[in-house]
C-alpha cells in the first residue's frame, strides 16, 4: 500500500493575509487558484513545496462547511490531510475500511481519469482525510488538484523542499492513530512522540492537545532565511518553528 502526501488544506476567514503569509516566509507563489470551489462557496489558492502543496481556502458566503470549521475552532487552522494512492482499487480498498469502521464518504467525485474521496472529519477525528487516484499515477508529477502539470512551473525550493509530517491532536492520541491506521491500512509505529502513521514519503504523528490538524514539518533549504522572514511579520515562535495561518511548522534540516 503506497500512500503518498499531496497536499495540505488550512482554513482562513481571510484568503488574500494568509496566502501572503505563507508567499513571504517559504518564498514560494501561487501556483493554482481552483475556480470549482466556487460551488462550495469557497476561493482558494495553492502554492508547491517541491512536489506537493499547501492550499488554502476561504469562505465566500455564510453556511460554508469552511465557516462552520472555523466557529467551531475558534480561527485559522489546518483542515485537510490529502493524499494520493496509485490505483483504483487501493483507493477502494480505502473507501471499504472506511466503511468497515463506519467513516463515512463526505465528498467523492469519479472524473474518469481522476477520483477524489474525502472521508468525514467527524469520523475519521483531527481532520478530513482525502484520498486521491488519477491514472498518471505520479506521486512527483501530475496532480489534478494544481491543475495537473502548470504547478510544475511556479516551483521554487531555494527555502523549503517537502512536507515530511503532519501533526494531529486528540485527547485520546492512540484511539485516533488506530482509526487513521485501520482506514488507511498502513502498520502504525511507535516513536518518542507517541503513535506515528508512516505514509511513503511523510509521517502522520498523533499527539495529546485539542488542535486538530495543528502542525506541520516542513524540510528546509535555507533555514536562516525562512526565519529572518518570519521574524519580519512576526511569525517566527522559536529557533524552529514559525506560525502561519492558525498552523505550526516545524522547520527541520
Known amino acids: 500500500m503506497a500512500i ?27 501556483c493554482h487558484v481552483d475556480p470549482e470551489v ?31 470549521f472555523l466557529q467551531r475552532r475558534g480561527g485559522n487552522g489546518g483542515y485537510m490531510v490529502i493524499c494520493q494512492v496509485p490505483t483504483r482499487e487501493e483507493q477502494a480498498g480505502v473507501r471499504a475500511r472506511a466503511g ?12 474518469g481519469t481522476w477520483n477524489l474521496m474525502q472521508l468525514h472529519p467527524g469520523d475519521m477525528g483531527a481532520s478530513f482525510f482525502e484520498v486521491d487516484w488519477d491514472e498518471q499515477s505520479d506521486p512527483a508529477g501530475n496532480w489534478e488538484p494544481a491543475g495537473g502539470k502548470e504547478w510544475m512551473e511556479s516551483v521554487n525550493t531555494d527555502v523549503v523542499s517537502a512536507i515530511v509530517g503532519v501533526e494531529l491532536q486528540s485527547n485520546d492520541p492512540q484511539a485516533l492513530a488506530d482509526r487513521w491506521a485501520a482506514v488507511a ?21 498523533f499527539v495529546r492537545g485539542d488542535g486538530g490538524l495543528a502542525a506541520l514539518d516542513l524540510r528546509a533549504a535555507d533555514r536562516d532565511r525562512l526565519l529572518q522572514q518570519a521574524e519580519s511579520l512576526g511569525a517566527r515562535v522559536s529557533d524552529s518553528q514559525v506560525l502561519i495561518c492558525g498552523t505550526r511548522f516545524n522547520i527541520l534540516r
Not at 100 to 111: K, L, P, Q
Open 185 to 205: 491500512g498502513v502498520p502504525l509505529e511507535t516513536r518518542d512522540t507517541g503513535p506515528v502513521l508512516p505514509l511513503a514519503d511523510a509521517d502522520l504523528r
Open 4 to 30: 503518498h502526501l499531496r497536499q495540505i488544506c488550512l482554513v482562513a476567514d481571510s484568503l488574500g493575509p494568509a496566502v501572503e503569509d505563507l508567499q513571504a516566509v517559504f518564498s514560494i507563489p501561487v
Open 100 to 111: 468497515d469502521n463506519g467513516i463515512r464518504v463526505a465528498y467523492e467525485s469519479d472524473r
Open 38 to 68: 466556487g460551488k462550495f462557496g469557497l476561493e482558494n489558492a495553492l502554492l508547491a513545496v517541491g512536489t506537493q502543496f499547501l492550499e488554502v481556502v476561504a469562505p465566500l458566503r455564510e453556511g460554508t462547511a469552511a465557516g462552520r
